[in-house]
């Protein structure tokens, strides 16, 4: 046998071999939970603006003075986290987004969104 025919059965048993089949059960797909929010945290869900006092969470936050709260934006459209007595304004947290404010006094602050004045909520600080 020439080296050509002898280098072409041993692909050709190289191939054979790779070819095999074996089947195995997929698994099931490990399910990822998202890291748990910051006890500081107040998340904005996905369609939000149908939500009321549900559109924040939590609401009613409570912290400490001195803590900075973040805002976080799930949906997929644009909201703002407005004071209602002009203390803090987010302006517009974009899909994705977040904002951050620091409470330093003691109260119940009242917010909304300027775009859709429905959704309410309030940070207590002690």
Request: hydrophobic content about 35%; proline content about 10%; glycine content about 12%.
């Amino acid at each position: 046998m020439s080296r050509f025919r002898v280098g072409l059965v041993i692909l050709s048993l190289a191939l054979a071999a790779g070819c095999g089949s074996s089947y195995s059960t997929p698994s099931a797909p490990t399910p990822v939970n998202p890291p748990p929010a910051s006890p500081n945290t107040v998340a904005i869900p996905a369609g939000a603006q149908t939500r009321g006092t549900a559109a924040y969470a939590p609401n009613p936050l409570t912290v400490s003075a001195g803590t900075t709260v973040t805002w976080t934006n799930n949906d997929s459209v644009a909201h703002t986290a407005t004071g209602d007595g002009g203390v803090f304004d987010s302006g517009p947290i974009r899909a994705g987004g977040s904002y951050q404010f620091t409470f330093q006094n003691r109260g119940t602050f009242a917010y909304h969104c300027t775009f859709h004045p429905g959704m309410v909520g309030s940070v207590v600080v002690q």
